[in-house]
């Protein structure tokens, strides 16, 4: 298995089933559901992401190098920023706050998938 080509098959699932995930919430559940969906999807794309670039710096740390302080800095404010977003838009819109909870969880439906994908092909 490689890694990197896995990484990339999430994200390119996870980009995949926010986009489908919000075209069923526009047509079942409107606007708001929707970009709710949308939102969620996109949060939560862009945190894995992060992660993924940060257990890459971490590898590359571990060669005997302590890792940069500015990285220990952007691991304490991602969740805030994050939060502090998602808490602006969802309390100042009208955008649905359980389309966007549900969306939260592309990233982990895109790892169910990979994983299917990888047992399916594993004989291959």
């Given amino acids: 298995m490689d890694l990197d ?3 990339r098959r ?3 699932l996870t980009l995949a089933l926010t986009v489908l995930g919000a075209a069923a919430y526009f047509i079942m559940g409107g606007w ?3 970009c709710g969906f949308l939102l969620g999807g996109l949060i939560s794309y862009l945190n894995f992401h992060w992660i993924k670039r940060t257990v890459y710096a971490l590898g590359e740390a571990t060669g005997g190098k302590p890792p940069r302080s500015s990285l220990a800095v952007f691991l304490g404010l991602r969740y805030l920023l994050l939060g ?3 808490y602006v838009i969802l309390k100042f ?3 649905s706050l359980s389309a ?3 969306g939260l969880f592309a990233p982990a439906a895109a790892v169910i998938l990979e994983i299917l994908i990888e ?3 594993a004989g291959t």
């Fill in 84 to 86: 502090l977003c998602a």
């Fill in 119 to 121: 047992l399916i092909y």
């Fill in 32 to 34: 708001r559901g929707g």
């Fill in 10 to 12: 999430v994200l390119s």
């Fill in 5 to 7: 080509r896995a990484v």
């Fill in 100 to 102: 966007a909870l549900v």
């Fill in 93 to 95: 819109s009208e955008i």
